[in-house]
């Protein structure tokens, strides 16, 4: 998703943070009453700038994937060679890819709801998992085709083409979603005016949603001085809005780092088609792969 800053931008502000006031803190901070007040108002701000707006119209009608648009095949990984070698993208390539037979794919919704948009080639969907090239443990493809896969979406599961590729040594193929999600619409509501504070930062990203909707992870940042990071949650009939922050302070020379941990938040009920918003950057949260 697009940002008023770039992330080089954001991890300068936050660096620079972490060093100057990472182990001081103000008064309040650290989760206080200040902190909840600051982060409570800023995500009521951004539920209410959402709701009924032209941008959570456009949301509610595009493709925005909630869950990784890779899914690994059944038992994966067996070996610790082979985890090694997804996570640095290391395969070989043993066929020849095809070419897509259409160049549009469509979304099909559970509820009968339909988009069509243009399909993802082969090579680009291999090429977006397969970007290692050396010499340690790796994965050989040896087949591909084009078909189909479930996945769960800002508008509740989804049918969408993918590229299903046959990894050696598994019974089920390594898919790749073949549909890019649609464009973004500008959001109603400026990021949070103050670079990341005890008071409200951004989440890194989404990592996914429970099957039942009821639960979802993120991933939260904080700094080397801390007790690590909070995530609030703000529920609305049209929303859910996650303050993120950082708790407590520890005492001695901050290090310039910025950490990222999971945090599960439990909804009082069901994401369904709500839009899942960052508090501080104003922003819906989707897949943290893309399209």
């Not at 006031?21 to 700038?49: H, I, K, L, M, Y």
């Not at 973004?184 to 005890?198: H, L, T």
Request: glycine share 10%.
């Amino acid at each position: 998703m697009r940002r008023h800053t770039s992330s080089a931008a954001m991890l300068l502000s936050v660096l620079a943070l972490l060093t100057a006031a990472g182990c001081g803190g103000e008064t309040g901070a650290g989760g206080g009453p200040r902190s909840e007040r600051t982060s409570q108002a800023r995500a009521r701000a951004v539920a209410e700038a959402w709701r009924g707006s032209e941008a959570a119209e456009a949301w509610t009608k595009g493709y925005h994937p909630l869950d990784d648009v890779v899914q690994l095949p059944d038992g994966a990984f067996r070996t610790d060679a082979d985890k090694r070698a997804y996570a640095t993208q290391n395969f070989v390539l043993r066929t020849t890819l095809p070419t897509a037979p259409a160049r549009t794919g469509r979304v099909k919704w559970s509820d009968g709801g339909s988009l069509t948009l243009p399909l993802t080639g082969a090579r680009e969907a291999y090429d977006s998992v397969a970007r290692g090239g050396n010499d340690g443990p790796h994965l050989t493809v040896t087949h591909a085709r084009l078909g189909e896969t479930t996945l769960l979406t800002s508008r509740g599961p989804a049918t969408v083409p993918a590229w299903l590729f046959t990894v050696e040594g598994y019974d089920t193929p390594l898919k790749r979603v073949a549909l890019a999600p649609s464009r973004p619409p500008a959001p109603p509501i400026r990021p949070a005016a103050k670079v990341p504070s005890d008071e409200l930062w951004p989440l890194a990203r989404l990592v996914n949603v429970a099957r039942d909707g009821r639960s979802l992870t993120v991933i939260a940042q904080h700094g080397g001085c801390d007790e690590g990071p909070a995530v609030d949650v703000l529920e609305t009939d049209d929303s859910v809005v996650l303050s993120a922050s950082i708790t407590g302070h520890k005492d001695g020379i901050c290090t310039s780092e910025m950490l990222g941990e999971p945090r599960t938040v439990t909804l009082k009920r069901p994401l369904g088609d709500r839009i899942l918003l960052d508090a501080f950057t104003g922003r819906p949260l989707t897949s943290p792969s893309g399209g």
